[in-house]
């Protein structure tokens, strides 16, 4: 398909899609771990969108990655993958939806910031650094908004773990580019994550006690959708966006995400929306599309 120099309806109807997919997919996290250990759940996630991944890149005649992939950088963005979700999926057992949300959809902000130091050409404008204050004041509203209820309160574990997943998240871009997996195609930069955290996730929920926790049927539902939408459809969905459209222009969408999982974690889950999440995710939202807005092309003489 021709790749196109500007947002269109099209576009834009495709990414609202996918920030609502991946706001579910915390509400499906939080949903499944009701059934399944963390890591076992997050284990049986890797392990099935691996599965499919391989599966669609054999169909399309998409090699799997060589190993040289696999020493230039793939092995290390698999880390930071399985770090991201080792975080996200404890801190989703300890806290809630509403409030990891804010804070872990907040990583396009610790990328820009880690940008800025490590990466050539992509120094922060005024603009942008008023964005990175904006979600940086939100991210801490978020942590600081301590809402009482005894042992049934969020806990802030798991607020920071959430964090702390955030900026794993942002690590992966990172090695990317200083890597040159950039030059990889999107799958196979997405079965490197997937196939190095899979066993990766499975053998430390060996070590982490009961792997079942009294499984029903919703349980197996949200992990099926956490790989056969979510880690599969929906992320290759969104990296041929990238390859159509500007890349400023689908990151400008990306303050959409963290709304829709906390109107979600609200609806679904009857998770409480105070004053605070409000402001935070307020300042989050606003602060991410500061930093991830496409530049104005400058003006001819």
Request: charged residues 10%; aromatic residues 10%.
């Amino acid at each position: 398909m021709e790749r196109k120099t500007s947002m269109d309806s099209a576009g834009a109807a495709l990414l609202i899609g996918c920030a609502l997919l991946f706001g579910l997919n915390n509400v499906t996290i939080k949903v499944a771990n009701g059934g399944f250990q963390p890591l076992f759940q997050a284990g049986l996630r890797s392990l099935g969108a691996v599965a499919l991944i391989g599966l669609w890149m054999a169909l399309r005649g998409i090699p799997l990655p060589r190993p040289g992939v696999f020493r230039r950088g793939g092995l290390l963005i698999g880390l930071f993958f399985t770090g991201e979700f080792l975080c996200l999926y404890i801190a989703l057992d300890l806290t809630t939806v509403t409030r990891a949300s804010i804070v872990f959809y907040s990583m396009p902000v610790w990328l820009a910031l880690a940008a800025h130091v490590l990466l050539p050409g992509e120094r922060l404008s005024a603009v942008r650094l008023s964005g990175l204050a904006l979600a940086m004041a939100g991210v801490a509203w978020a942590l600081l908004d301590r809402p009482g209820g005894g042992a049934a309160a969020p806990s802030l574990l798991g607020d920071v773990l959430a964090l702390a997943a955030a900026m794993f998240w942002a690590g992966i871009p990172l090695v990317i580019r200083l890597t040159g997996l950039a030059r990889e195609r999107a799958e196979t930069q997405l079965f490197c994550q997937l196939a190095v955290s899979a066993p990766l996730f499975l053998g430390l929920a060996a070590l982490g006690g009961p792997l079942l926790r009294d499984p029903a049927l919703v349980h197996v539902a949200a992990v099926v959708y956490q790989f056969a939408v979510v880690a599969s459809v929906v992320f290759l969905v969104w990296f041929w966006l990238i390859s159509i459209y500007p890349a400023s222009a689908v990151a400008s969408f990306s303050f959409l995400t963290p709304v829709a999982s906390v109107a979600l974690g609200w609806w679904l889950l009857d998770e409480p929306v105070g004053p605070g999440i409000l402001g935070a995710l307020a300042l989050v939202a606003a602060g991410l599309y500061l930093v991830n807005r496409p530049a104005r092309a400058p003006t001819p003489a």
